[in-house]
């Protein structure tokens, strides 16, 4: 569940992000957003896998 915590963290950061970047303007919130968005992605992998190994052990 800890891993869901610091997912729900990085959305509100890349939407802090998405905004500065997609009404302002900012293009070093463009930067922040992606890096952002990779870690995103990174994790989202993590719990993936993480759900399948329990998923695996249970047969």
């Known amino acids: ?3 869901l915590n610091l997912l729900t963290e ?6 802090k992000e998405a905004e500065a970047f997609y009404t ?4 070093a919130a ?3 957003l992606r890096k952002v968005m990779l870690e ?3 994790l ?3 719990v993936r896998k993480d759900v399948q190994a329990i998923k695996n052990e249970e047969k």
């Open 40 to 42: 995103i992605k990174k």
């Open 10 to 15: 990085l959305h509100d950061q890349a939407q």
């Open 24 to 27: 302002n303007g900012n293009k």
């Open 44 to 46: 989202t992998d993590e």
């Open 30 to 32: 463009g930067t922040r």
């Open 1 to 3: 569940m800890e891993k």
